[in-house]
C-alpha cells in the first residue's frame, strides 16, 4: 500500500465540524416557525376576548342587576334579567359553540343572599356574579365579587 | 509495541460520512411537514386581536352608567351600515405608515339576534356591513378570521321597523355582532 500522505488533517477536520455546525443551526432555525405556531394557536384556542366580552357586559349592567340598590322583588329587573340571559345563551351557543350563563344572587323570598345577606364590609356591601363559559375546549368559571356601596 | 497510526483520515472521513449520511436521512424524514408564516396562524393571531380591540373601542359607550348605548349599539340600532364600514375601517387601518400593499385588510360584519316572537327562540341574522368589494379579493385571499362581540341595544324600535317583528323583538336586548377579516 502506498503511503499515506497526513498533511492538512487538522484543516480537513474542522472543514467537517463546521459543515456539521451548520446543519445543526439549520435545524435549530428551522423549529423557530413551529414555536411561533403553537404560541399563536394557544392564544387563538383561548378564549379570553369572548370571556372579557360577558364579564365586561356584566360589570357595566351595574345597579340594573337584580339585589343591588333593592330591598324588595323587583319584576322589570327580573324581566331585563331573562332577556340578558337568554340572549347570551343562544347566541353564544349558536356562533361561537359555547356554553355561556351566570348566575346572581336574586331578590325574593327565601333566597338564602336575601334573607340572610350577602357579604360585605363597613364600606361595601358585595354581590357574587358567577360566570360560567365552556367551549369544549376550555372550561373558565369565575365568581366576581361586584361591590356596591352601602 | 508502537501503535500503527496510518489510516487516521481514512478513520474520520468514514466517520463523517457516516454522521451526514444520518443527518441528511434526518432531514429528508422531517421535512414531510414544512412550515410556512402563513400555515404558523402567528399573522392569525395578531388580526384577530387588532378586531377585538377594534371592537371593543367602538362599544365603549360615552355614558357610563348601567345599560348605556355605546356607539356601536347605536350604530345597530339604527341600521347604519356605512357608518359601521368607516370607523371599523379607520381602526383598523390606523398604522405606522405602512404601504397599501401591507395594508389591505377586508371585512364581513354579520349580526346575530335572538327572537321570541311566536312563542320560540330562534336566531336571526343579517348582513350588516361589509368592507368596499375588491377585485384582488375576488381572485385570492387569504383565510377568513371569526371575532364577536356582544353589543347591548338599550332602543330596537327602528330595526323592528326595518326587519319586521319575525326577525326583531321590540325591546332591550342583546345582539351577537360577528366580524370576518381577511387579507386580500
Do not use: C
Amino acid at each position: 500500500m502506498e503511503a499515506l500522505n497526513d498533511d492538512g488533517q487538522w484543516i480537513v477536520m474542522m472543514g467537517f465540524l463546521v459543515a456539521i455546525g451548520m446543519f445543526v443551526l439549520a435545524i435549530i432555525y428551522s423549529q423557530a416557525p413551529l414555536v411561533g405556531q403553537t404560541t399563536a394557536e394557544s392564544v387563538i384556542e383561548f378564549p379570553k376576548n369572548e370571556i372579557q366580552d360577558i364579564r365586561g357586559k356584566l360589570v357595566s349592567m351595574g345597579n340594573t342587576l337584580p339585589g343591588i340598590s333593592q330591598t324588595t322583588p323587583n319584576g322589570a329587573q327580573e324581566t331585563l334579567q331573562n332577556r340578558f340571559r337568554g340572549d347570551i345563551a343562544l347566541l353564544s351557543m349558536s356562533r361561537n359553540n359555547a356554553i355561556a350563563n351566570y348566575g346572581i344572587d336574586p331578590v325574593h323570598n327565601g333566597n338564602y343572599w336575601y334573607d340572610n345577606g350577602t357579604y360585605g364590609d363597613i364600606f361595601y356591601t358585595y354581590h357574587q356574579i358567577d360566570i360560567h363559559y365552556n367551549n369544549g375546549i376550555t372550561e373558565y368559571t369565575e365568581a366576581l365579587l361586584l361591590p356596591e356601596r352601602n | 509495541m508502537v501503535m500503527n497510526d496510518e489510516g487516521q483520515l481514512y478513520t474520520i472521513e468514514g466517520i463523517t460520512a457516516g454522521v451526514i449520511m444520518l443527518v441528511t436521512a434526518f432531514t429528508i424524514f422531517n421535512s414531510g411537514l414544512v412550515y410556512t408564516p402563513g400555515d404558523a396562524h402567528i399573522s392569525d393571531m395578531q388580526i384577530q386581536q387588532l378586531g377585538y380591540d377594534a371592537l371593543q373601542m367602538m362599544d365603549t359607550p360615552e355614558d357610563m352608567s348601567p345599560m348605556s348605548a355605546s356607539p356601536l349599539a347605536l350604530m345597530i340600532q339604527n341600521n347604519d351600515g356605512s357608518g359601521f364600514k368607516t370607523k371599523f375601517n379607520e381602526y383598523l387601518t390606523l398604522h405606522t405608515g405602512t404601504t397599501e400593499l401591507v395594508n389591505s385588510l377586508e371585512f364581513n360584519a354579520t349580526v346575530y339576534n335572538r327572537v321570541t316572537s311566536g312563542g320560540g327562540d330562534t336566531v336571526n341574522s343579517y348582513v350588516f356591513s361589509h368592507s368596499t368589494d375588491s377585485a384582488v379579493s375576488q381572485l385570492t385571499r387569504e383565510p377568513a378570521i371569526s371575532i364577536t362581540r356582544y353589543v347591548w341595544l338599550s332602543d330596537a324600535n327602528d330595526l323592528k321597523s326595518h326587519f319586521g317583528a319575525a326577525k326583531y323583538d321590540n325591546d332591550e336586548q342583546l345582539v351577537l355582532l360577528e366580524v370576518l377579516i381577511w387579507r386580500r
